[in-house]
């Protein structure tokens, strides 16, 4: 009974949970990398707060739009480079948490296959 007890949470609650953390990993990299509101502000301009429609002259008014511009394609780059990043680590995580997953299904059977192991006269080389 003890036995049933163990493998029934192992294979319910506690696969469950194993599942809800590896989720827990993913929300939280992708907040800490702002990848949703990298993507919505993807074309706005990179920490300009001065540069605004300037009035006067055809040269101020170019000098102006030169420096938006400059500043939305550093934006763009910068959050491009942090949304690649960030996306490429969800995806190493995403592995990562597959192959938990699946190790986690497989270790109660470690035991069993062992004890065949031991039957049939197997022993690591290393002995």
């Given at each position: 009974m003890?036995?049933?007890?163990?493998?029934?949470w192992?294979?319910?609650?506690g696969?469950?949970?194993?599942?809800?953390?590896?989720?827990?990993r993913?929300?939280?990299?992708?907040?800490?990398?702002?990848?949703?509101?990298?993507l919505k502000?993807?074309f706005?301009?990179?920490?300009?707060i001065?540069a605004?429609?300037?009035n006067?002259s055809?040269?101020?008014?170019?000098?102006?739009?030169?420096?938006?511009?400059?500043?939305?394609?550093i934006g763009?780059?910068?959050?491009?480079?942090t949304?690649?990043v960030?996306?490429?680590?969800?995806?190493?995580?995403m592995?990562?948490?597959?192959?938990l997953l699946?190790?986690?299904?497989?270790?109660?059977?470690?035991?069993v296959?062992?004890?065949?192991?031991?039957?049939?006269?197997?022993v690591?080389s290393w002995?």
């Open positions: 003890f036995l049933v007890g163990i493998l029934s192992w294979y319910g609650k696969l469950r949970q194993q599942a809800v953390l590896i989720v827990r993913l929300q939280r990299l992708a907040d800490d990398f702002s990848i949703v509101l990298s502000t993807l706005a301009p990179f920490r300009q001065s605004s429609r300037a006067g055809i040269a101020v008014m170019w000098q102006a739009f030169v420096d938006r511009m400059v500043s939305r394609v763009f780059i910068v959050r491009s480079m949304i690649l960030g996306v490429l680590l969800m995806v190493l995580l592995f990562y948490g597959v192959v699946v190790v986690w299904l497989l270790i109660p059977l470690f035991p296959v062992g004890l065949i192991l031991w039957v049939i006269g197997k690591p002995l």
